[in-house]
C-alpha cells in the first residue's frame, strides 16, 4: 500500500473518532443537562406543593378563626348572658320558679359546654390529621346543617380508606373553599356532598341548587377562586370539573385515583416529604 493511502486511512480514521467522540459528548453533556433541568422542575413542582400545602393550612385556620369568633358572638355570649339574667331572678322567685329556672340554666350550660367542645376540635388543622377525611366533613356539615343556613345532605358511598395526610388536607381545604363560596353567593337551599371510595378511584361531589353563574360572567376574584380549587387538585394528582350555568346550580367534581403514588415524575409523592 502506498504511503498516501495509508495517508488517507488514517486521516479518515482519525476523523471518524472525532466526529464519534464529538458526537459522544455532545450527547453527555445534552444527558446531563437534561438530568438539571429534570430536578429543577421537581424542585419547583415539591416547592410549589409546600407553598400550597402551607397556604391551605393558613387559610383553614383564618375561616376557622372567623366561624369560631361568629359563634361565639351569636351563640354562646346569647346563651351565657339569659342564664346570667335567670339565675339573677332566682332570688325573689319561689320555690317552683327556682328549680325550674336552675334546671333550665344547668340544660343551657351543658349546651354552652358542648358547642365549646365542637369548637375546640375545629381550631387546628391536626384535627383533619387526627380524625381524617371523612369524619372532619361530617362535622363540618353537622354544624352548617345545625346553623340552618342551609340544608346539607352527605352520602358516603364504598369502603374508606386514607388518601395520605396532605393530600387529605389539601382535598378538605378545596371542600371548605367550594362550601363557603356556596354559603355566600348561591343562594342555594340545598346541598348534596357525596364521597365515593373505589378501588381505584376517589371521587368528592358537590352540588347545590343555587342560582349558579356562567363562567363568561364571573369577576376577577370569583374566576381566580375557580382558578384556585383547580391548581390545588393538580398538585395532589386529582381532576377538578367545575359545571354550572345561570338558574341551574353549580356542580363540583374531584377525582383522585388511590393507587397512583407519583405525583412528582422522579417518584417522590407529597406525603413523603413535610
Known sequence: MRFEDIKVVLLSTAA??????????????????????????????????????????????????????REIHDNITQVLSFVKLSMAMIAGAEEKQRIERINE?????????????????????????????????E?????????????????????????GEQRELVLFRIFQEALNNTLKHSGARDLKISLQYMPEMFTLTLEDNG???????????????????????????????????????CKINLALNPLEKRLFTDGTHPDSFS
Open 16 to 69: 471518524l473518532f472525532t466526529l464519534v467522540t464529538g458526537f459522544i459528548i455532545y450527547f453527555v453533556v445534552l444527558y446531563r443537562n437534561k438530568q438539571i433541568q429534570h430536578k429543577q422542575e421537581q424542585e419547583h413542582l415539591q416547592s410549589a406543593f409546600r407553598q400550597e400545602l402551607l397556604k391551605a393550612q393558613i387559610e383553614m385556620q383564618e375561616d376557622t378563626l372567623i366561624h369560631i369568633s
Open 105 to 137: 340554666s344547668r340544660e343551657l350550660v351543658a349546651q354552652v359546654i358542648n358547642d365549646l367542645r365542637d369548637l375546640s376540635k375545629s381550631l387546628s388543622f391536626e384535627h383533619i390529621t387526627k380524625f381524617g377525611l371523612v369524619k372532619t366533613i
Open 139 to 163: 362535622t363540618e356539615t353537622a354544624r352548617i346543617n345545625k346553623s340552618g343556613l342551609i340544608k346539607i345532605t352527605l352520602l358516603i358511598e364504598g369502603e374508606i380508606y386514607t388518601l
Open 211 to 249: 342560582s349558579g353563574f356562567s363562567f363568561s360572567s364571573l369577576d376577577n376574584q370569583g374566576g381566580s377562586g375557580l382558578k384556585n380549587m383547580e391548581n390545588r387538585a393538580t398538585l395532589i394528582g386529582a381532576v377538578a370539573t367545575i359545571a354550572s350555568s345561570q338558574g341551574k346550580g
